[in-house]
């Protein structure tokens, strides 16, 4: 099955700790984006990237870093420099080929910081 | 102005009751519109694409008016399932990126 795979589902971690969240996808799809979403807001873009080692800042990218070796791969990671890291963090790719814009979204990681 | 707006709801309808939700948006070059479906604690799930004047899908129809700045989304019939959140988006940043509402929740009833 093609997709879009995010793990954990769950992550707790201690303030001040340094955490990764995984994004693979299988779709073959260009383009790939990281969201974080909190309650009564809407999805806000942290990162994303078009290419294979190439990424661009969204909206609210401090305290967050990216790499991109792998074209199925997207890991970011929520680093002690971010104030508030407690979240709903949303991965999402596209094709970039095809005159099309739809991302679509892996099922998330809600991570939560104390 | 935020660039995306939705009314948060809740949108209370009883089972097969027509609704219809509205999303203004700020940037008139925006060309691209999407609405997803999101259930409580799961990811969104892309719903439908607008890139002309509307579109429709079964129970489902979205419509742009350019004119006024706003995207709908009207539901026929409604069922149960339909209870959700639902959020719309505009392409932005030169097509590289999606720029969401804060969603309008539905919430379906006997």
């Known amino acids: 099955d093609g997709g879009i795979t995010q793990s954990p589902k769950y992550l707790f971690r201690k303030e001040g700790q340094n955490v990764t969240l995984s994004c693979e996808q299988n779709?073959?799809?260009?383009?790939m984006y990281w969201y974080r979403q909190d309650p009564g807001q809407g999805l806000r873009l942290i990162y994303y990237s078009q290419i294979v080692n190439d990424f661009q800042k969204g909206d609210i990218a401090e305290g967050y870093s990216v790499s991109r070796e792998k074209k199925e791969s997207f890991p970011l990671t929520v680093t002690s420099a971010q104030k508030n890291p407690t979240a709903f963090y949303l991965c999402?790719?596209?094709?970039?080929?095809?005159?099309?814009?739809?991302?679509?979204f892996g099922p998330g990681t809600r991570l939560t910081v104390t | 102005r935020k660039e995306v707006e939705q009314d948060p709801g809740p949108f209370n309808v009883p089972e097969g009751a027509t609704v219809a939700f509205n999303c203004t948006y700020s940037n008139s070059a925006s060309q691209s519109f999407f609405w997803y479906r999101q259930d409580c604690r799961k990811e969104p799930k892309l719903l439908m694409s607008v890139y002309s004047s509307g579109n429709e899908d079964g129970r489902f129809t979205a419509q742009l008016n350019r004119a006024s700045q706003y995207i709908s989304l009207l539901i026929r019939d409604s069922k149960l399932s339909d209870s959700a959140t639902y959020l719309c988006?505009?392409?932005?940043?030169?097509?590289?990126?999606?720029?969401f509402g804060t969603g309008t929740q539905l919430k379906v009833e006997l």
């Open positions: 779709l073959n799809h260009d383009a």
């Open positions: 988006a505009i392409l932005t940043g030169g097509g590289n990126k999606l720029t």
């Open positions: 999402a790719s596209r094709m970039v080929a095809v005159s099309s814009y739809e991302q679509y």
